[in-house]
């Protein structure tokens, strides 16, 4: 496969995006170009995604290439030829580009599989935006030896050419928050006959917006947002209960442990200065990504070899669950610049094909490097 054909790929998987769980017709055509190269494809079980290999015939060391391979439920208004043939879902992350460059990878790496001393895991991940695609992939075993782990993230605000590479936390751990306060229902009109849970509620948002404050060190970069309000459907009744629902955005585990406790004792106060109860439940999202500083170096040395631009990206506290396989071994998520003018996620995102061939080199390259690392 050339740049060309690279190209054409991606615009194809891009005119047919298919959301977390559906990458039926995606995994099948990149299980095809794979295929057709003779890159073995390992029995895993999973129903959408796959990982495959290439080296392994010579000692080394296990190095894991990951991408993601779902779409969004977003109607595209990017007016691109290839734009997205499928009402209200389109690949507005540029998961699209991810699996075509790691197939680019994967193709120049099984050209030059007889130099490869180890083994490369190339993991085309499903189901990263809504499910459990990275645990899925973990829960086959097949990324159980690997030794480090790469991504690549499309990143609109640098052009291609462009690499931002940037040591430690890069993602947020997002976890979400569910505060249902019980208080006794009863009349507009008398109040007093029961125990509305709306001031609460009230206070309880109120209580919540100063916790980072409170607990979490300033130098350190930490969300607290109510996105959820809820209580009662009229006005002349107090409700049984109200819903105060949000998330938390941490990139420290010891600021995700003081948050969690102080919202809960914030929920717990706030309910019964009021005279009510709560509820309280906590969702772990992933954990935080966070890129080894080590392997950074190497990979910021690669990226200036092969003529890339290295640049810091703008720190983010939205998240990615890369960091389950950032658990078992250390790695790095690298942003790839593709330019466009839109923010991920919008409907008029796009992603430059000219960064696509470069991003498959620079995979491989490292790939090659880093499986003969000593
Ligand atoms: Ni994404």
Redesign the pocket.
Known sequence: MDEQKLIAFFKDLHAHPEVSGSEFRTTAKLREALEAAGVRILPSGLQTGFVAEVGGQRPGRVIGLRC?IDALPVSEESGLPYASQTGGVMHA???DFHAAALLGAALLLKEREAELAGTVRLVFQPA??YGNGAQAVIATGLTADVQEFYAL??YPPFPAGTLGIKEGPVMAAPDAFHIRIRGRGCHGAQPHKGISPVPAAAALTLALQSTTGLVVDPFSPAVVTVTHLSAGNTWNVIPESALVEGTVRTLRGEDRAALRERIAAAAEGCAASYGCTAEFEWEDGPAAVVNDAALCGAAKALALQMGFTVARQEDTMSS?DFSVYLAACPGVFIRVGTGGGYP?HHPRFTADPAALWPASRFLARLALERCAAE
């Open positions: 993601d992350c540029g998961h990263e935006e993230h499309t990615e991920n």
